[in-house]
Structures are given as C-alpha cells and as structure tokens.
C-alpha cells in the first residue's frame, strides 16, 4: 500500500505512533499522524468508524495550489509551514495552533472528515484541507486497533490472574496468623477471604450485562482466542 | 447496508452473536455466522484481516444453481439442508460436517477467502461455495472487535484496579497482626507487601516491551481515552 507513495513511510511507521486525543469543533477522536519530508499519513477513530489520509509530494503540491491560486512557492517550503501549523493541533488535546492559524473539523454527509486550516504564510493567507475519508482497509484497522487491544487484554488478563494469586497467597498467610490465635486491634481491619471464582463468575456477569457487547474469553485447543459475544 | 439485502437481519443481530474460533483445512479463525430463512451472514478474522459475505435469496439461488446445474429445488429447501451442513462446522472448534459431507478453506491470492462445502442432497451431491471477501468497512470491524474489545479492556482494567484495592487491605490487616506480636508457623506464608505503583510500572513495561502493540491508557480531560502507541 504504501510503496504506491512516494516518499510514504513504511507500513510499521504508523504502528509506533501513539493514538492520541483530539477535540477540534467538539468532536473527540483519536489521531495517528506521520508527517515526512513531502507526505503525510493521517487516521483518526471514534471507535465507531476509522478514517484515513496518505498524501504524497504531488497530491500536497496540487490540493496547496488549488487552495491558494497565489501560493509560489516549492511543495518543500510550504509543507513545512504545513507541518508547523498542523501538528501541534493534531498532537492531542485540544491545543490551537499558533495566534494566526484556525482548524476546523466538518463531519460530511457521506461519513467522511475534512479539517480545515488556515493560516499566514509570507504575509498571505494560507488555506488547507485534510480529506479524511472511511477506512476501507480491515488490516488497517486490524493492526492499529484490534490487535494492540487484544494485546492489552491479554496482559490485563494475565494481570488480573497475577493478582488473585497474590490474594489467595495473602489469605494464606492471615488464616495462618488467626489459627495461631492472632486477633486484630481494630476489626474494620478485618477482609473477607477472596473468592477466586465467584470474583470471576461476577466479572463475567459484568461483561455480559453490557448490551451488543459483551465479552468473554475462551481456551481453544490450539490458540488463545478471544470470544466476544 | 443490511437494507440492501431482502430478508437481512436488522445490524445489531451480529452483534449479538459470540465470536467462535474455527478451524478449516488448518486455518485458524474467529466466526460470527447468522443464517435467515433464506439469507446468510458471516464474518470472519484471524486478527489481521476481517472478512464477509452477505447472501440473500436470490443470490443463494443464483449460485446454487451454478454450482448445482441439476438442481431443481427451489430456494428454501436447499438453503435448509445448506445451514444443516453449514452450521456445524462454522459453529466452533475443528467439528466436520455430518458423514457424507466436506468442507475446506482457501485463502486466495487476492486476499479473500473462499469455503467449498459438498454434501449430498436427495441422493445427488450438492456443492456450496462461501466467498468471503476483505470487509471494506470500517464500521464493521470497529462494532464487532474494536469496541468490544475496548469494553473488554475497561473492565479488566477496572478488575486490576479492584484486586490492587483488595491486596493493599489485606496488607493492612497483615500488619496489624504483626504488629500485635503474631508470628507465622511456616515462614514460607509470609508475603510481601503489594506495591500498586511498582506493579503498576512494571505492567508498563510489560506493555511497551511488546513491539509495535505497546499500550497504554491515557486519561483526558474529557473523555476515557485509550492511547495505543
């Protein structure tokens, strides 16, 4: 996919990128951006729907030229005025970008995203638009969302089975304290014992109790694979 | 998009449905299946990719005629013996169909995944092909993995912090014991004291370690966001 940019990143540049927060017209998404030399890479989610776009030197030099009929000068000069507009309003939160330069967000009636900057450049106005279209591409989608929170899920999981066994071992130690005749000085001090599976019985209740998506986990043969029901 | 398909389930039926891991011809999966009176909806992932076919009565028809030149059954009596044979084997686990039928999977060069099925029908062999394409939307994958998976997470890691609350009372109780002068039989019981942040960063790290899917969450102002970098 990429090599068809010229100048693009490889496939794995996005992957190391952070998903962060962004609220531009009240709307909350999360972004990755890629910005190179003369090309970016843009995706934003609101777990709902994933919208991309990959620009290249060409694709930059024309949108930049029909956008501003008196804009001179080379892709190379404005696209870094571009990027230090750009970013920082891309880079999370809800920061501006600089006191001259306004965004935009405008959700369309064919589900896509445009992003709307302007800006000075060389004492002119500077005009552009970021096209953020559906993400048509399941292994996109795959790889930057459903994979890295399957991961976390399976770390959390294992997480949460660390910790009932440090409970269990706790337990253990404080039947030993009370069969040795140990009393408490103050009995609020006192814990229930921790109940492995009723813990889990109620967590999977939990799960299931969340309308069109709940979750649960699933010891297959031959992989760990996750059910979600 | 169900709209455009006569007798199509409403979209939250899938929704409904539990992924169930599938294995055909040594190709691990995870399936959601929904057969109509005479319509179908599958999907499929490995994780990397999603696929999907939708099938309503007229393309059944059209392809079970293809498949099937004698075939003069109309579509309703076929189509029940189909999900008779189909259904168990997209149903979970490596289960084969009934004795006299077969079902294989192939993942073709563009992408897409095709599943022959022959079984026998009246005394005459009946062929069925599934043609599961690459799911071009992005609303599907993030409403059937994407977001069950981020409420998978949320409550995990709600559980993790739970367990850390129980292990710090416990801890309190322990050195209450202790500090009245009890003593453990076996020294083997006794346990240390349980550090949320340690544990806590450790599981960062954890995270991190984990090329091109470290995660991590992320609180903003306004939302619950989760940052996968």
């Known amino acids: 996919m990429y090599a068809e940019l010229k100048g693009a990143p490889a496939a794995h540049v996005l992957l190391e ?4 927060p962004l609220c531009i017209s009240g709307c909350q998404l999360l972004a ?3 910005f ?3 090309a970016y890479h843009i995706l934003l989610t609101d777990m709902q729907c994933v919208w991309e776009e990959r ?3 060409a694709a930059i030099q024309s949108r930049a030229q029909e956008l501003n009929r008196r804009l001179r000068a080379p892709v190379k000069a404005f696209f870094s005025h571009l990027c230090e507009v750009a970013r920082p309003c891309l880079s999370g939160g809800d920061a501006q970008p600089g006191d001259e330069a306004k965004i935009s ?4 009636e064919d589900g896509n995203i445009s992003m709307r900057l302007k800006s000075e450049l ?6 552009w638009e970021f096209h953020c279209t559906l993400c048509s591409n399941s292994l996109t989608v795959c790889s930057q969302l459903v994979r890295p929170l399957l991961l976390m899920s399976r770390l959390l999981q294992r997480q949460v089975g660390q910790l009932g066994g440090f409970l269990l071992r706790k337990d253990a130690e404080i039947q030993d304290y009370r069969e040795n005749g140990a009393t408490l000085s103050r009995e609020r001090l006192q814990t ?3 109940e492995e599976r009723t813990h889990r ?10 309308p069109h998506t709940h979750t649960h986990t699933h010891t297959h043969t031959h992989t760990h694979s996750l059910s979600l029901s």
């Open 201 to 210: 019985e109620d967590f999977i209740g939990k799960v299931r109790g969340q």
């Open 32 to 34: 990755k951006t890629w």
């Open 55 to 57: 620009m290249d030197a």
């Open 17 to 20: 990128r952070p998903w962060l």
């Open 36 to 38: 190179g030399d003369t």
């Open 105 to 108: 967000l405008m959700r369309q």
């Open 122 to 127: 060389a004492g002119l106005p500077f005009y």
């Open 192 to 194: 229930e014992v921790f």
